[in-house]
């Protein structure tokens, strides 16, 4: 229910609070369990040299924050590293149907003013539709 700290106990609320106030002033979720999130707290709170997960609360809370607070809480919480486009399959599929869209596209809207361009269009849809198995 709650980590034991030297002189203080950081409870799961004030996790659950922590966690609040850093996705409202960041944007950033953290996702990580709540163990490793009270124990890095406790490190963080030791470090400062404060007196309670309290009174860490009260100063992320505080107007007059000191802006190198939470980046530095956050040091060692949040991973640079990101899975986005991490997998070369993924981001073709992406391409393939961001292309494939711009043509339909393309062809829908096309006045039909030059009916050989139409079917060059069509032609490299369909193309382009097969070689990525019909997306």
Do not use: W
Request: charged share 20%; aromatic share 2%; with cysteine.
């Amino acid at each position: 229910m709650h980590k034991s700290i030297a002189t203080s106990t950081i409870l799961e609320h004030e996790l659950s609070e922590l966690r609040l106030l850093v996705e409202r002033q960041t944007g950033v979720v953290l996702d990580c369990p709540n163990s490793a999130l009270a124990a890095h707290v406790a490190e963080f709170i030791e470090a400062q040299e404060l007196d309670s997960s309290t009174a860490l609360l009260e100063r992320l809370r505080s107007a007059e924050q000191d802006p190198s607070t939470l980046p530095s809480l956050l040091d060692g919480l949040i991973s640079g590293n990101t899975g986005f486009f991490r997998h070369p399959g993924a981001l073709n599929a992406l391409s393939a149907a961001g292309a494939a869209a711009t043509l339909h596209s393309q062809v829908r809207g096309y006045s039909g003013a030059n009916p050989h361009m139409e079917r060059r269009l069509r032609h490299g849809r369909r193309n382009l539709l097969h070689r990525n198995g019909g997306l």
